[in-house]
């Protein structure tokens, strides 16, 4: 699978898991009940795949340019250091309006959140590419 269908689902079922995770946790950490947090939940996943559709289509652009196309683990690294960094970034005012915290505290939550997803995503994007092959721009060259 390559192309826009690969990024749709790669982003969908990477978000769809994740909501699966984070919504209890904040709902037990915040008690705020499963309703409360779900929706926060939701709200982090909409701006979470927004960013993910356009910083998978930059790291694609960049990775194409690249001497060596393989997907080794620094690569991997530096993908989920720059998907969560940025995520970090864009979410953690949207936590401290939405929790009606400090934004000292919303990053700290976007942290702790930024350590599970860091992990997840190493995890998640090494399966995903097993199960769907990785995308054309880290396929060798056939020159």
């Known amino acids: 699978m390559q192309g826009a269908a690969r990024k749709i689902l790669q982003a969908i079922l990477y978000e769809a898991v994740g909501v699966l995770f984070v919504a209890p946790s ?4 915040y ?3 499963m309703g409360y947090s779900t929706l926060l939940s939701l709200v982090i996943s909409a701006v979470a795949l927004a960013w993910n559709m356009l910083f998978n289509g930059l790291f694609e652009w960049w990775e194409r340019r690249q001497p060596s196309r393989h997907r080794n683990w620094q690569r991997r690294l530096l993908h989920s250091l ?9 979410l953690t005012p949207v936590i401290g309006a939405w929790l009606g915290i ?3 505290l919303a990053l700290v939550t976007n942290l702790g959140l930024f350590v599970f997803f860091f992990f997840y995503s190493l995890v998640f994007q090494w399966i995903f590419d097993r199960v769907f092959d990785v995308p054309l ?3 060798p060259r056939s020159d």
Request: net charge negative.
């Open 82 to 90: 720059g998907f969560e960094g940025g995520l970090t970034l864009i």
């Open 102 to 104: 400090s934004l000292w």
């Open 31 to 33: 008690e705020q009940g």
């Open 26 to 29: 904040l709902a037990l950490i």
């Open 137 to 139: 721009s880290a396929q």
